[in-house]
Structure formats: C-alpha cells, structure tokens
C-alpha cells in the first residue's frame, strides 16, 4: 500500500467512528488510526499487552509468542481486503487492534483486541464502530466473527454496536455474521 490511507473527517452518519477521530468518553486521550502495513512493532506491543487468557479467547488457544507466520499474516494490511484500525493511549503506545479481512467480495473475518489494562473502558467499542466504518466503504456487507462460546464480552460487544444476522454455536466456537450495511448506533458515539 502506497500511503497510510487515513481517512479524512466525513461521516456518512454522526454515528460513525473513523480513525484519527478525537478522544472521547471513558477513554480520553485516546486515538484512533487506520494502520499500515508491516507495522509490526504495534503488533508486538499490543500482543505484549494481552494477559494469557486474553491471547486464548483472541487466537482461540494458547499463544505464549506470535508465530512467524500468523505475524506476517497480521502484518499483512492492505487497507483493501485487509484492514486494521489501531488506537493509541495518551502516551503513544498502541493498546488495541480491530482488523477485517476479506472472505469474499462482501464478507469480511473481524477479529479484535484490546490490552488488559484498557479493557471495558470503551476501546473495543470505538475501534469496531471504526473498522465498521472502513469495512463498509470497500463493500463489505457482512461481518463474520469466530468466537470462543465463552467469549460473553464479544459477543455482547459485536451485538451492541452492529445488528446480528445470524449465531450458530458448534461446541466451544460460535460463529456470529452481523449487518454491515446498518449504520453504528447513536451510543457508540457515547
Ligand atoms: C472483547 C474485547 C475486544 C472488548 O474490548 P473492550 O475495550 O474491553 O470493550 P468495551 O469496553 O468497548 O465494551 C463495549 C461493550 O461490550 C460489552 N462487553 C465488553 N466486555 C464485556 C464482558 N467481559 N462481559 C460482558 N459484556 C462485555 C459491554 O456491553 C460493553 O459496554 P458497556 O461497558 O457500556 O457495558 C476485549 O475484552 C479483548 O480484547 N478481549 C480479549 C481478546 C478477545 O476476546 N477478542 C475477541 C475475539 S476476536
């Protein structure tokens, strides 16, 4: 990707989240920004931020390190079929990822973090309403998220902030797809 890709200022709702938007909420001071690729030290910092059981419900099993592969794949943003919003605390340090990847012209994988010491202070909330946002201007119109049944944050988070389309639950995994097309409610502005 030849630049960065941040996108400017130009809701299409007053609802909607896109990077570089100002601080708000519980969680002042913090940023958003759509991230480039190979921007591997932010991933490396906000892996290093999950406690274990944060990197088990995000890679649905014991992740003591990220892998080669998996980090290159991470890395990998294109800002096209796969997209990543980071936020930025106040003191610059990356704390959360939000990513899409394309599964087809118009389904996309989300997957999202937050570090432990920023969790249910709003942060995932403000990245998914933002990666939404970018999602929906490349086309797509469903998510899709593989959950860990357990993972009750996830799924009460992807619920409040888009429509549900569909759950089905296999065991430990359940899978959720969810509206795209639908605008971010009010109250993730909040
Ligand atoms: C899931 C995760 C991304 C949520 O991020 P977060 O910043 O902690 O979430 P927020 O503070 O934005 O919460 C938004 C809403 O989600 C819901 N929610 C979040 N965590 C919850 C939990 N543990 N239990 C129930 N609801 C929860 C609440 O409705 C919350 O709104 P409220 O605080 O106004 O009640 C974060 O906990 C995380 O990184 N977990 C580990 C990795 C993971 O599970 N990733 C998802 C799999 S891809």
């Known amino acids: 990707m030849a630049a960065l890709h941040l996108?400017?200022?130009t809701a299409t709702t007053p609802a909607d989240?896109?990077?570089t938007s100002r601080p708000r909420g519980r969680s002042?001071?913090?940023t958003l920004r759509?991230?480039?690729p190979d921007e591997t030290d932010v991933l490396d910092t906000v892996f290093a931020g999950l406690s274990d059981h944060s990197r088990y419900l995000r890679f649905h099993g014991a992740t003591p390190r990220l892998r080669g592969a998996v980090r290159r794949t991470l890395a990998a943003v294109d800002g096209r079929r796969h997209i990543a919003v980071a936020a930025v605390g106040p003191d610059g340090e990356p704390i959360g990822i939000a990513r899409l990847i394309g599964l087809g012209l118009r389904e996309a994988e989300l997957a999202i973090e937050v570090v432990d010491a920023w969790q249910g202070r709003g942060i995932g909330r403000r990245l998914l309403a933002a990666v939404a946002v970018l999602g929906r201007e490349q086309g797509y119109s469903r998510l899709v998220a593989d959950v860990l049944t357990v993972n009750t944050g996830m799924r009460v988070l992807l619920a409040s902030v888009l429509p549900i389309l569909t759950v089905e639950t296999d065991g430990h995994e359940t899978t959720?797809?969810?509206d795209l097309r639908a605008g971010t409610p009010a109250f993730v502005a909040a």
């Open 7 to 9: 996108v400017p200022g």
């Open 17 to 19: 989240e896109r990077p």
């Open 28 to 30: 002042p001071g913090v």
């Open 34 to 36: 759509e991230l480039g």
């Open 176 to 178: 959720l797809t969810a």
